[in-house]
């Protein structure tokens, strides 16, 4: 027989030995879109590094920050306890002394705290005679009085707040009023 030629090798002889299909059967890629897409990917890589390395800056601050406010903490705490020592020294010496001069002692103490209290944002509530009030009065009794309605008339506890929240609400009497003008 001749030479019998299948169809590849006559459409291989039809377009001369130009070679437009690579032996993976994909066509060549064209030099400009590779750089393009190389380029791209480059960018890429780059923001994808900028953006972990922004989300570790990010978890260091975090840490940091939570650290520097427990040591703010800390220290805030260390420093109230220092004041509170100073008072539990003079209670120890208003103890050694004699009788006689305990209550001076325990007054001077009492003005010493309150000092200590007030350097660290910490004043007591006013309550007396003052109408009840639930954001800083806590009710443990109601009794007939001559006051109006509603007026505090007896502080059992006082209370106490810190710059400007509430620490300790003042546990108070509360008057009903007068009981004869009010069946009459």
């Known amino acids: 027989?001749?030479?019998?030629?299948?169809?590849?090798?006559?459409?291989?002889?039809?377009?001369?030995?130009e070679d437009y299909r690579r032996e993976d059967n994909t066509l060549p890629e064209d030099p400009p879109l590779a750089d393009e897409l190389s380029e791209q990917k480059k960018a890429y890589a780059d923001l994808n590094d900028q953006f972990m390395r922004l989300a570790a800056d990010f978890e260091n601050f975090k840490k940091r920050t939570a650290r520097d406010r427990e040591n703010s903490i800390s220290l805030?705490?260390?420093?109230?306890?220092?004041d509170i020592l100073e008072v539990v020294d003079n209670f120890e010496r208003a103890l050694k002394t004699d009788d006689t001069h305990l209550r001076e002692g325990i007054l001077q103490i009492?003005?010493?705290?309150?000092?200590?209290?007030l350097r660290n944002g910490i004043t007591p509530l006013d309550a007396q005679k003052k109408q009840f009030n639930p954001a800083e009065h806590e009710a443990i009794a109601h009794i007939n009085s001559e006051e109006p309605a509603g007026t505090v008339?007896?502080?059992?506890?006082?209370?106490?707040?810190?710059?400007?929240?509430?620490?300790?609400?003042?546990?108070?009497?509360?008057?009903k009023g007068n009981q004869k003008d009010q069946e009459a």
């Not at 027989?1 to 030995?17: L, P, V």
């Not at 009492?110 to 209290?117: D, E, V």
């Open 1 to 17: 027989m001749g030479c019998a030629m299948d169809d590849a090798e006559r459409s291989t002889e039809q377009h001369g030995s």
């Open 76 to 82: 805030a705490n260390e420093r109230f306890a220092i």
């Open 110 to 117: 009492r003005q010493l705290l309150n000092a200590q209290l």
């Open 153 to 175: 008339i007896d502080e059992v506890s006082r209370g106490y707040r810190m710059h400007d929240k509430v620490i300790r609400y003042a546990k108070v009497a509360v008057s």
